[in-house]
């Protein structure tokens, strides 16, 4: 019995090197390695123009865009629709809401980005893109990854809240507890060695469950 081999997307991992591309956007041609230089990018899917979860969802980001921009974060969004398609709903979306995308929409026609991200997948749907997020950091670095299926909108506070934990931890070399948000007191990295141990069972600067578990503010 002959065994077919199957093809299979890659799926970009958490570390790894985000995939550099060049493609068509609403705001212009651009060369992702080049894009947002110096910056974090969120990199964001979306299944298609004119519907109604992907209108709500776009619509976010382009309302919490002052955010991004304090955070040092440019937005970028994809679907696997034509230049003349995204500039239509762009505009349906300005005319109806009043709500500008303002940040570029990548033309995926080819689906070639979305392959390349592993967008595409096909138990949910071989010809539209998963809602992915993908947050990328200034060196171009892969640091969190979400997925959605296709009948379930993302949650703005969330992305919001885990692109500060991902800044507040490199700044700041500490750990998120569970529901952190920026303000509350976050986790002290654990001893290695006996001394730090030792050491830590002395601070009192810091909120101590026990040795391993410690929080401060910072």
Not at 16 to 39: C, L, N, V
Not at 53 to 69: I, M, R, Y
Not at 174 to 202: F, S, Y
Request: hydrophobic fraction near 40%; proline fraction near 6%; charged fraction near 25%.
């Amino acid at each position: 019995m002959e065994i077919q081999e199957q093809t299979v997307n890659p799926m970009p991992r958490i570390g790894d090197a985000a995939p550099d591309f060049e493609a068509m956007t609403t705001f212009g041609p651009i060369k992702f390695s080049e894009y947002g230089k110096g910056k974090w990018v969120i990199l964001f899917s979306h299944p298609a123009d004119f519907t109604p979860v992907c209108t709500t969802e776009l619509s976010g980001f382009a309302q919490n865009k002052a955010t991004f921009d304090a955070l040092n974060t440019e937005l970028i969004g994809l679907s696997i629709d034509s230049i003349h398609s995204h500039l239509a709903w762009v505009n349906n979306v300005r005319e109806k809401t009043g709500v500008e995308f303002n940040f570029p929409i990548i033309a995926d026609l080819d689906m070639k980005v979305a392959k390349l991200y592993g967008m595409l997948q096909p138990n949910e749907s071989e010809t539209a893109a998963v809602r992915a997020v993908f947050f990328i950091d200034p060196e171009k670095k892969i640091r969190l990854i979400m997925y959605y299926p296709l009948n379930v909108g993302r949650n703005m506070d969330e992305i919001i809240r885990v692109l500060e934990a991902l800044q507040t931890s490199d700044k700041h070399k500490v750990a998120m507890p569970l529901n952190w948000k920026k303000g509350e007191k976050v986790i002290v990295p654990p001893p290695k060695t006996v001394e730090e141990m030792e050491q830590r069972l002395q601070d009192t600067s810091c909120e101590r469950i026990d040795f391993y578990l410690c929080k401060k503010e910072l």
